[in-house]
């Protein structure tokens, strides 16, 4: 089993460029997160999906959206990158139930926006 | 306030040193509670779950006191290889509160 892989590792945009952040996961999990991580701040969650056709928002979704049309996949769009945006983005899923919270994550694409 | 506060450190110990790291919550109603290592430009993995009875895994015990809302770990017996950032975990009471500390970074020298 891969585990959570990520889509790219590494990017630099130019402001009001686009991309897609790939997340893959081959554990059949129900739950899949995008989180930021930026130095001093700790990670925040952006978006999240308890499900196949499920996104709800987290705590910083600005300038942010997601899809997660196969259970396996959950997209990370930036429509117009800002510098705000420069960060390690981090995928991670988990099995869904109470007493299944350990988080597993990808192995993060980091983002730099010029 | 912030949902999680935590001691970024460093804190910087001898081997066979005892160390210990504290986070604090400011919701009452949250739920799970974890602590997650993450070495070096690496991705956050869990070291291990927080119980009100106290959860302990070889050198490592966990601790949760509801009463004053923080979780601490306890690192024992300290080893070269347990340097590394130790990020706190809890989940609110529902599933999109999910929150971590910023993370206490820890060295370990010889």
């Known amino acids: 089993n891969a585990g959570v892989t990520q889509t790219p590792k590494f990017r630099v945009l130019k402001t009001g460029q686009s991309m897609t952040l790939l997340c893959a996961q081959d554990?059949?999990?129900?739950?899949m997160y995008w989180y930021r991580q930026d130095p001093g701040m700790g990670l925040r969650l952006i978006h999240y999906s308890v499900g196949e056709g499920t996104t709800a928002k987290g705590e910083v979704p600005d300038g942010y959206n997601v899809s997660r049309l196969k259970k396996q996949n959950f997209l990370l769009g930036l429509e117009s990158a800002a510098p705000s945006q420069t960060s390690v983005y981090f995928c991670?899923?988990?099995?869904?139930?109470?007493?299944?919270?350990?988080?597993?994550f990808g192995p993060g694409t980091r983002l730099t926006v010029t | 306030r912030k949902e999680v506060e935590q001691d970024p450190g460093p804190f910087n110990v001898p081997e066979g040193a005892t160390v210990a790291f504290n986070c604090t919550y400011s919701?009452?109603?949250?739920?799970?509670f974890f602590w997650y290592r993450q070495d070096c430009r690496k991705e956050p993995k869990l070291l291990m779950s927080v119980y009100s009875s106290g959860n302990e895994d070889g050198r490592f015990t966990a601790q949760l006191n509801r009463a004053s809302q923080y979780i601490s770990l306890l690192i024992r017996d300290s080893k070269l290889s347990d340097s590394a950032t130790y990020l706190c975990f809890h989940r609110g009471s529902t599933l999109g509160r999910l929150y971590f500390g910023r993370g206490t970074q820890l060295t370990v020298w010889p």
């Open positions: 554990m059949n999990h129900e739950y």
């Open positions: 991670a899923s988990n099995q869904a139930g109470e007493s299944s919270y350990e988080q597993y």
């Open positions: 919701n009452s109603a949250s739920q799970s």
